[in-house]
């Protein structure tokens, strides 16, 4: 029956490698044939994402793909970033870390203020409220997928909150790469540290830090980005019980949700690969026999990372229903326009509220 299973995987999984690799063909031709450029003025996750999204509103996927593009769209890219792990050292963990939470945590209160006070002016329900705050301020559908049994949300709801944050997702995604490296001026902490904090989704997260490393060639944004959202997700375990507590105060009842299945296991596997590659380098590269293999070792991860990563782009693009964007309603709609647009201006705030702290571990 597994066996059945894997076999189902294969189509969807083969499509969004074959659309992936599709889009490195495309990213080599515009910026070698077209610009004439060592490099296209397009990345290839950008790519990706627009084909992705162009191929699945042309053309609806055929039942035989769909399970292979959700496992793609969810395990593969979890796997790549895990495998993101092997780029950072313990210290660069601790630096960026230290860095991050203190504007996390400034970011997810203001958000979550602001949709408490905009919710009294647009009289939306405080189940849609709960979704678009944790949407917005944690990590986009899969916080709202988690939050919605504690409020008790309906299905209506739930899809409407994720095509609220995608929408506003996908437009950070897009822009804010560009905007970070010129409003930071290069610089990747400052960068890095924005885009993990102001879009919502990991693979949104993710697909801007390829972004930017590709266009600006700063593979530390990415690092830095990477470490800055995870920070975020691990805030569900705090949020969801702190949002059952809020919605379900005055009554008794029993916890409809589990901290073991709220709290995002891949951090820990990211984390598991920073240790990987720490304990490696201190064992290997000091061995005449085993150095180059590690090197080696570690150049295919990287490259299975940026792989894997591409390809679930592929699949989040096919996966964006245009038409269901556009279906969204008024209110729900600027509340989670204001909430998006404020939460970027909050982390640019922080940022340079908190220079001086910046300066100390630089």
Known sequence: MQFDKFIKLIPGIILALVLSLFSEGINNVVGIELFGTEKSPISTVLIAILLGILIGNAFTPRPGFIDGLE?????????????????????????????????????ISSVLLLVKFLNKKFKVSSKMSYLIAIG????????????????????????????????????????????????????????GIFLGTSIHETSQVVAAGLIFDQQFNSPDTLD?????????????????????????????????????????????????????????????????????????????????????????MVAVGLSINLIELKEMGYKPFVMGLIAAITVGIVCIGSIHLLDSYFDYFN
Do not use: H
């Open 71 to 107: 496992f793609t769209q969810d395990y593969i890219l979890k796997l790549g970033v895990i495998f993101l792990g092997i780029r950072l050292s313990f210290d660069e963990l601790i630096k960026f870390g230290s860095m991050a939470i203190p504007i996390v945590l400034v970011c």
């Open 136 to 191: 917005t301020s944690v990590c986009g559908a899969t916080a709202i997928v988690a939050t919605a049994p504690v409020v008790n949300a309906k299905k209506t709801e739930v899809a409407y909150a994720i095509a609220n944050i995608t929408l506003f997702g996908i437009i950070a995604m897009l822009v804010y790469p560009y905007f970070a490296n010129y409003y930071f001026d290069g610089n990747y902490l400052f960068s």
């Open 224 to 312: 830095v980005a990477t470490v800055t959202k995870l920070i975020r997700n691990t805030y569900l375990v705090i949020l969801i019980p702190l949002f059952a507590f809020l919605y379900n105060r005055g009554e008794i009842k029993e916890n409809n949700y589990s901290i073991f299945k709220i709290f995002p296991l891949f951090v820990v596997g990211f984390l598991g690969m920073i240790f990987v590659r720490n304990i490696g380098d201190q064992i290997l590269l000091t061995s005449p026999i085993y150095s180059e293999n590690w090197l080696i070792y570690i150049k295919v991860i990287k490259f299975l990372a940026t792989t894997f990563l591409t390809m679930a």
